[in-house]
């Protein structure tokens, strides 16, 4: 079994209005799987059933400029740095989610990213 990779692409999340009718197109246009985690989330499980490749969040608001590209960090607060001294703008400050820590940043260019750490 292989982890996430300290600052590879890892996760990609969706922004959703509506969470049931958002996950039950996605299992019917594509067979995607989810792991529920009640009204508030629901984790794409990846193709292998080996963890998750993305999410449905309805706490996000949706975007046709797309979904939000999500980075793992072994030391978030290392990465929060690392993303202010090359020029980035945290626009949420680390917080605390069920199994770990996220912040979210954009670029000079104004692409929004997360970063995220395992508890």
Do not use: C
């Amino acid at each position: 079994m292989h982890g996430p990779v300290h600052h590879a692409l890892s996760y990609i999340e969706f922004g959703v209005t509506d969470l049931d009718s958002t996950r039950a197109f996605y299992e019917a246009a594509f067979g995607w799987e989810f792991n529920d985690y009640g009204p508030g989330y629901s984790g794409i499980k990846s193709p292998d059933g080996d963890g998750e490749v993305g999410g449905l969040n309805p706490a996000s608001a949706p975007s046709n400029d797309g979904p939000l590209v999500l980075l793992f960090s072994e030391d978030l607060d290392a990465s929060v740095q690392a993303v202010r001294d090359a020029g980035g703008f945290i626009v949420k400050e680390p917080y605390d989610y069920p199994g770990g820590r996220r912040f979210e940043f954009t670029d000079p260019s104004g692409n929004r990213l997360g970063v995220y750490s395992e508890a």
